[in-house]
């Protein structure tokens, strides 16, 4: 059974070009719930840390440089069908094959700086919460 919660981060490129408020808008009005949020900034190393799946790809040394580059915006998500329902709601990695409404079609730059992370499953999604947040509050 699919679970009902995902990971999001908001990206370098989007909280510096000031679209954190437009984009929580969007994620709230498709009907998820924030259980965990807070701004920070990784480390070069805590960056390829999360994206160590992707180390032996060409783009690895760049996106570790991009995801350190400034603030990001962590969450933790809770809706229905939440990990499906939200890579949905971001759209295509890159930008130019985002669909119209997507948060990536509104406000992602490049492959690159696609202006939010989504996880890709459940499991995924646990691991990724844990790495931002160690003790999350009960609402
Ligand atoms: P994310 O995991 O951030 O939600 P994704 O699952 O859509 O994105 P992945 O294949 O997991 O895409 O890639 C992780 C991130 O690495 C992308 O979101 C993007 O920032 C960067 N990336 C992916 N492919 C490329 C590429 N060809 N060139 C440059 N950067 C890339
Ligand atoms: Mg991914």
Redesign the pocket.
């Known amino acids: 059974m699919a679970g009902n919660k995902t990971f ?2 908001i ?1 370098p490129d989007a909280v510096a070009d000031g679209n954190t408020g437009a984009i929580i808008k969007m994620i709230e009005e498709a009907g998820f719930r924030i259980v965990a949020m807070k701004k920070t900034r990784l480390t070069e190393e805590r960056a390829g840390q999360f ?1 160590e ?2 180390k032996e ?3 690895y040394q ?2 570790v440089r ?2 350190s580059s400034g603030a990001i915006v962590p969450m933790i998500l809770e809706k229905e069908n939440a990990v499906a329902d939200f ?1 949905k709601l ?1 759209g ?3 930008p130019a094959n985002a669909e119209e409404g997507t948060i990536r079609k509104k406000f992602a730059k ?5 202006a ?5 499953s459940d499991e995924n999604a646990e691991i990724e919460g844990n790495f931002f947040f160690s003790r999350v509050e009960k609402f």
């Open positions: 999001t981060m990206k994206y799946v992707h790809r060409g783009f760049d996106l991009y995801m890579r971001i295509a990695t890159n490049s492959i690159e700086a696609n939010i992370h989504g996880s890709d």
